[in-house]
């Protein structure tokens, strides 16, 4: 029963804030990279940002750095994505995601996933 619940999307004005969570069950998160990826209507999915458990390093989109920030929480098993002054642009379906890969540049530019969340709507319009 390995799985992934977000939660926190919604309607947002441009230049507001969302934080979207992810919450892991059957499984430990800190033992993995984690990361969000987002898809747009007619666009591919994307890695937005990803952190890897095995050092430091986070990686960003170039259209989301100084807007957007991953992090997780062990004590509660859940991961997160806060994401400040919201554009149109950033409108999408955002997905959580695992990964065993190490480094978490390789994993945003993945097309792959040890696990999915099941996606969450984030809609940015006046």
């Known amino acids: 029963q390995v799985q992934l619940v977000e939660s926190g999307g919604g309607l947002v004005q441009p230049g507001g804030s969302l934080r979207l969570s992810c919450a892991a069950s059957?499984?430990?998160?800190?033992?993995?990279?984690i990361g969000w990826f987002r898809q747009a209507p007619g666009k591919e999915r994307e890695g937005v940002a990803c952190?890897?458990?095995?050092?430091?390093?986070?990686e960003y989109a170039d259209s989301v750095k100084g807007r957007f920030t991953i992090s997780r929480d062990n004590a509660k098993n859940t991961m997160y994505l806060q994401m400040n002054s919201l554009k149109p642009e950033d409108t999408a379906v955002y997905y959580c995601?695992?990964?065993?890969?190490?480094?978490?540049?390789?994993?945003?530019?993945?097309?792959?996933?040890?696990?999915w969340g099941q996606g969450t709507q984030v809609t940015v319009s006046s």
């Open positions: 059957g499984f430990t998160l800190r033992y993995y990279t």
């Open positions: 952190f890897s458990n095995s050092d430091s390093n986070i």
């Open positions: 995601a695992t990964s065993r890969i190490g480094r978490s540049w390789a994993f945003c530019a993945s097309r792959e996933a040890l696990n």
